[in-house]
């Protein structure tokens, strides 16, 4: 085996052995789309925590929608790639609506060796995000549809830059660490299984989304979503 093939051998099977260690203890008979809710409302609550969370607060309060990702795994060797299944909640009214569940897969965080794990959480700012995921076809983020790093802390304070005409804004958590995160070339892919899992037919992204998010799995995501709408300045 040369090299090159036993560094990705190694480095597939280190990305199998870290979402081993880091999978949370069983609740139960919890389905997977119960797990993705579920991190979903405990990575809102850290990021809520942060000093800085009011940027994203102020974000997400007047957003379209918002798609979270509580667990987005980066591997690679130089430019590397990155994998997560997230969960999309979109603005009706005074409420929420959804939900509905997709993956993003490709494209990566930068030069990287080795594997890396963070949240992620997508802000919806304008209808051309929300067509994109509402829309029935994956798409690649900075390609179909334009993304820039969420504006954090003083940066948020910026007039004009390069978020002026970005329809997502990314924002990021890892080891504790909260940030605006610069994330281009992923596609984002709906996840057709988990939807007929939560719905119990096989709805589209679509329709999903047009439904009032009110069972009572989905409240707790709701509730935190309104917890951190709150921080808003």
Same mark, same amino acid.
């Given at each position: ?68 990702? *509580? %667990?987005? +795994?980066?591997?690679?060797? @130089?430019?590397? !790639? $990155? ?15 959804? *939900? %509905?569940? +997709?993956?993003?897969?490709? @494209?990566?965080? !930068? $030069? ?23 829309? @029935? ?97």
């Amino acid at each position: 085996m040369s090299g090159k093939f036993r560094a990705i051998a190694l480095l597939t099977a280190a990305v199998v052995i870290f979402h081993l260690a880091s999978m949370p203890q069983a609740y139960g008979a919890e389905t997977q789309h119960e797990k993705h809710i579920r991190l979903s409302v405990n990575l809102l609550r850290k990021m809520r925590e942060q000093s800085d969370a009011d940027s994203m607060a102020h974000a997400i309060k007047s957003a379209k929608g918002v798609a979270i990702f *509580p %667990s987005v +795994v980066q591997a690679g060797i @130089g430019l590397g !790639g $990155l994998s997560g299944e997230g969960v999309i909640l979109v603005r009706q009214g005074k409420g929420w609506g959804g *939900p %509905s569940f +997709v993956s993003i897969v490709g @494209g990566s965080f !930068g $030069l990287q060796i080795g594997v890396k794990e963070v949240g992620l959480v997508l802000v919806i700012i304008n209808q051309d995000g929300l067509q994109a995921f509402t829309g @029935g076809k994956s798409f690649k983020l900075g390609g179909d549809v334009s993304i820039a790093a969420g504006p954090v802390g003083r940066d948020a304070q910026a007039a004009t830059d390069s978020r002026a005409d970005a329809s997502i804004y990314s924002y990021s958590m890892s080891r504790g660490l909260f940030a605006g995160i610069a994330l281009s070339g992923a596609t984002i892919n709906r996840n057709a299984d988990a939807n007929k899992a939560y719905w119990g037919s096989a709805l589209d992204a679509k329709k999903a989304l047009a439904s009032k998010a009110d069972g009572a799995k989905i409240k707790p995501l709701v509730k935190e979503l309104d917890n951190l709408s709150k921080l808003s300045k």
